[in-house]
């Protein structure tokens, strides 16, 4: 079940589509916020959940969250031009910033199905806090780059 940009799933972790190549794994993550709109926000973080852990393949980047033992919420972010038919989150940039737990990757989406209102916007903003957020922006960069996206922000570059 989908509730606005988080999947909310009983069973096992997300698996990888047919042809998509896993690049990075990183789990033991410090905490993972998303952001859309004034009222629209969540905190994902290893203090209250059992696991929090971040994906990064050749077609997205999937954040993933286990509350509890069987349920998983999960939010797709897809680089341009690699998304799967239907409504989905698709980077339009990212950037290294200093949040509230530290050095942490920003990931700005947009769903061009998702119209603005006054509860959530057509934008999304997804925080990865990590240890290396360095890394796991070089890849995304890269990606952009590859799917001939170049919307880098911040400094310094993730590049």
Known sequence: MDVMYVRHRVGGPARLLSGETLLHEQDRLRAASIYCSPFCQALWSPALFLSVKVLVTDRRVLLSCRPLPSYWQETDLWFPGQQPGGKREIIASASLEAGRFGPCLEIKSRNPHRRDSWFASSALIVRIYCAEPEHI????????????????????NPC
């Open 137 to 156: 922006g070089r890849i995304v960069c890269g990606n952009l780059v590859l799917s001939g996206n170049i919307a880098i922000e911040g400094a310094p």
